[in-house]
């Protein structure tokens, strides 16, 4: 028997007998309402970015509350685009709406989430990561069909900015204030001058903060992709450092230099196809009392420990750009974004590292110290 499934609070079973599981009708229907707020959420990644690159939220920031006409004479856009935009971002609380005025503001606290670049809490890089790793998804479905991968370097570059410009901020925070001076000494050998490899240093921004901060240092940036090399070395010559910090096109497993005192990774060691191989280039890089730096997204080592909103989105990062990168290179280990401390510790120990500890944290980040 099979009851009236357009009546709110009832089950719906099928006729094809008892065991068929029972829906329960307002369960479902509020499923299908959290998913169209979903694919609003998905829509609102672009329009973020529209909204960055089109100086919308800065110029809402600088000028308070405004109409559609006033936003797009400001930015020189057309207001059928900013009327509309408006609205969106309304509907989505990431403004709010006066109907008296007929006027949209930008909270403050939105106001420094999506217009203050060095603020830990910037986010329009995030949302510019997620719309170009969305964007190559057809190449994604192609190397889950047969197993292969998709290179980091193959991705548009809104992944590269966005990476760099969601990064940057909590480098700019915590790198040289917080998780340097949690290393055991490794301050101290800055401070006296010390040579430091960064692996997997994209532009640059890791590398040219520590070069700033010690002068007396040498630094050498490691990245396999040209053009984020390219832009790396004229973010040092900008910042005054190009005599201190070295770039050079090399993989994590050519490291042609010895005798380093700290080697760093941030963020890049779940997406390399042979983290072992590469944790046995660094062992040998190091000098005897040198110091591996990982930093990797904040993980548990379960499953369960990851079901959270940091969690999620580092998983769908990691299905869509992390692990086909992994994927694209030799070994190919995937270990996933949410590879959690324990696994990183396994691919230290097989490198023949024997001391690892966790030294410090933020919501999105966790910093190891490895040690030979």
């Known amino acids: 028997m099979s009851t009236d499934t357009n009546t709110p609070g009832t089950t719906a079973t099928a006729d094809r007998g008892t065991d068929e599981p029972q829906v329960d009708m307002d369960v479902l229907m509020s499923f299908v309402f959290r998913a169209v707020d979903e694919v609003g959420a998905s829509l609102n990644a672009a329009l973020v970015v529209l909204g960055d690159k089109l100086g919308y939220y800065r110029a809402l920031a600088a000028h308070g509350p405004s109409t559609p006409a006033e936003l797009a004479e400001r930015t020189g856009t057309a207001e059928p685009y900013a009327r509309e935009w408006l609205n969106a971002q309304a509907a989505g609380d990431y403004l709010t709406y006066d109907p008296a005025t007929a006027r949209y503001t930008l909270p403050p606290e939105q106001a420094v989430a999506l217009t203050v670049e060095d603020s830990p809490a ?35 570059t809104d992944v590269h900015d966005g990476c760099e410009r969601f990064f940057r901020p909590s480098y700019n925070a915590a790198l040289v204030a917080e998780w340097l001076p949690a290393l055991d000494g490794v301050v101290a050998k800055l401070h006296a001058g010390a040579l430091v490899a960064d692996v997997g240093c994209g532009h640059g921004a890791s590398t040219v903060l520590m070069a700033q901060a010690f002068p007396q240092s040498r630094f050498i940036g490691y990245d396999y992709h040209p053009e984020s090399i390219a832009t790396a070395r004229q973010r040092a010559a900008d910042a005054g ?34 983290p072992v191989g590469a944790a046995e280039q660094v062992r040998a890089a190091l000098a005897p009392d040198g110091t ?14 990851n079901l959270n909103p940091v969690g999620r989105a580092y998983y769908a990062f990691s299905t869509l750009l992390c692990t086909p990168a992994s994927l694209s290179q030799d070994v190919g280990l995937a270990l996933g974004t949410q590879a959690g401390p324990a696994r990183i510790r396994d691919v230290a120990t097989a490198g023949g590292f024997t001391r690892f500890a966790s030294v410090a944290e933020t919501p999105f980040n966790r910093v190891l110290q490895i040690r030979p």
């Open 292 to 305: 591996w730096m990982v930093v990797e997204p904040m993980a548990g080592d379960h499953v369960e420990d």
């Open 241 to 274: 450092v190009a005599e201190s910090v070295y770039f050079e096109v090399a993989s994590a497993d050519a490291m042609p230099r010895k005798g380093f005192d700290l080697v760093t990774m941030f963020d890049c060691l779940h997406d390399m196809g042979d």
């Open 122 to 156: 910037f986010l329009p890089g995030l949302f510019q990561l997620a719309l170009g790793t969305v964007h190559d998804v057809e190449h994604v479905l192609d190397a889950a069909r047969n197993g292969g991968g998709f290179g980091w370097h193959e991705h548009v």
